[in-house]
């Protein structure tokens, strides 16, 4: 038997450990998850099957919503009849309602199946998903645009959230089409985006996650976002910049969704195997996410936080960056304390440590975790504590390095001699560990 090497046991540990948190959080939670046809015809629904089964088996509510765009375009193609569109918008005429009604039919059939495989030695092994679908979406047409009447193309009128959620409370996965009924008996033939955010906000989901083409929304320089408010996503969409086709459909419908309660929206590719998996279970994910407004939360730290404390500061204590503190000290000194957390996550901290007498300050215990640095973060910390210094009229902040020297000189610090510490903090200096001491004055606020 194959022997794995310790190195990959242990980050295998660390990040089986590190997801604990997201799981107990996910559990009993509503997703709902769209994908339009392309993930179906290119191959790439078997994959996604994986992350949904495991998904469903951690107690997610799975709503799922497809789409059937290039095998509804197929089916126009094979019978030679004309995809006209109106502003964008598909016209469904009689004969191509008909090909709509086959093509979708056709992908919902594979979704099924896919969704029943149970194969010995795969990631579906002993799945146990029962696929649950109905007349739960009501729909009206969406009627005469700019002159033109788009006849079978409606839009969403009403969700049956009650069957929704009780084939949910079944532990079923409901699996919507781009397909409405009308009270009348009409078919209207509607969009995947439409469809999933009328659900999302009809059930008032916790996650709305498209499936798209492109990683998500990027900045003007390419850089891409990782967290938007809805302030900062209307603010992209008001822009005169161009937007991909997909970001330019779907990120309007993500801040619908948070606007009306949907706690997060997604937008990420459907290209990357296990996208759905890297971007809920991973501290920044590897897509686009719209909050309602910032995830991030300075406040003083409590006796509760001492143990995410502990584990930001081991990793700098081991590395000689920071002197060790026991957890008995870091409880006594707690209230000196202040953390940053991101989503509810502790991601940082930083400590003050006045000297009154002297008008002085120390900035100390300046930890950042690695996969949040380059974001801020530390500026944020920096400037809070500055700011809480001059509140208390201290006008002078030093700090004690070993390794950052340069982050700091580059924020206004400049090297100092060990004599320029306060008295009490000279005393403490320890000569073995050769610290480099930085002041910055503080500017009067």
């Known amino acids: 038997m ?37 993930v179906v015809a290119d191959g790439k629904f078997v994959e996604l099957t994986h992350d949904l089964n495991l998904l469903a088996s951690l107690g997610v509510r ?3 919503v497809h789409g059937a765009r290039p095998q509804i375009e197929q089916h126009l193609l094979r019978n030679q009849i004309e995809d006209y569109y109106h502003h964008g918008i598909r016209l469904t005429d009689a004969p191509t309602m008909q090909c709509v009604k086959e093509a979708v039919g056709r992908v919902r059939f594979e979704i099924e199946a896919l969704l029943s495989m149970g194969l010995t ?37 009403k969700i049956d959230v009650s069957a929704i959620n009780d084939r949910l409370a079944f532990n079923e996965v409901v699996l919507l089409s781009p397909l409405g009924f009308s009270p009348t008996g009409e078919i209207f033939n509607l969009t995947l985006e439409d469809v999933a955010t009328a659900t999302a906000i009809a059930l008032d989901a916790d996650k709305l996650i498209f499936l798209m083409d492109t990683d998500g929304v990027t900045d003007k320089k390419g850089e891409l976002l990782r967290e938007l408010t809805i302030a900062s996503a209307n603010e992209i969409l008001n822009s005169k910049r161009k937007l991909p086709d997909d970001v330019a459909l779907f990120l309007p419908c993500a801040v619908r969704a948070c606007e009306a309660g949907v706690a997060r ?37 409590t006796i509760d936080d001492v143990g995410a404390i502990l584990q930001l500061l081991q990793p700098l204590e081991e590395g000689g960056i920071l002197v060790r503190r026991s957890r008995e000290l870091l409880e006594r ?7 940053l957390e991101h989503d509810h996550l502790i991601i940082g901290c930083a400590a003050l440590y006045p000297f009154a ?72 200096y320890n000569y073995q560990r050769r610290s480099k001491v930085f002041v910055k004055k503080l500017k009067s606020s």
């Open 357 to 428: 007498d002297e008008k002085t300050a120390e900035l100390a215990c300046l930890a950042i975790q690695p996969a949040y640095r380059r974001h801020g973060y530390g500026d944020a910390l920096l400037n809070h504590i500055s700011a809480e210094a001059r509140a208390q009229g201290l006008n002078k902040l030093v700090v004690l390095t070993t390794r950052t020297a340069h982050w700091f000189v580059e924020r206004g610090f400049t090297e100092a001699d060990v004599s320029e510490l306060p008295a009490q903090k000279k005393v403490l």
């Open 265 to 301: 929206s997604h937008l990420i590719s459907r290209h990357l195997d296990g996208a759905v998996l890297q971007e809920l279970f991973s501290d920044i994910g590897i897509g686009s996410m719209v909050v309602e407004s910032s995830l991030n939360t300075l406040r003083d730290a």
């Open 333 to 339: 000194e707690i209230e000196r304390f202040v953390v």
């Open 121 to 157: 030695n795969s990631p579906m092994a002993n799945a146990d998903i029962r696929v649950a679908g109905g007349n739960f979406v009501t729909a009206q047409p969406m009627g005469v645009i700019h002159g033109v009447d788009l006849l079978h193309t409606g839009n969403v009128r």
């Open 2 to 38: 194959q022997t794995i090497p310790v190195p990959a046991t242990a980050d295998f540990v660390a990040w089986f450990r590190s997801v604990a948190p997201y799981i107990n959080a996910f559990r009993g939670k509503t997703f709902i998850v769209a994908f339009g046809g392309e």
């Open 62 to 64: 799975l709503v799922l």
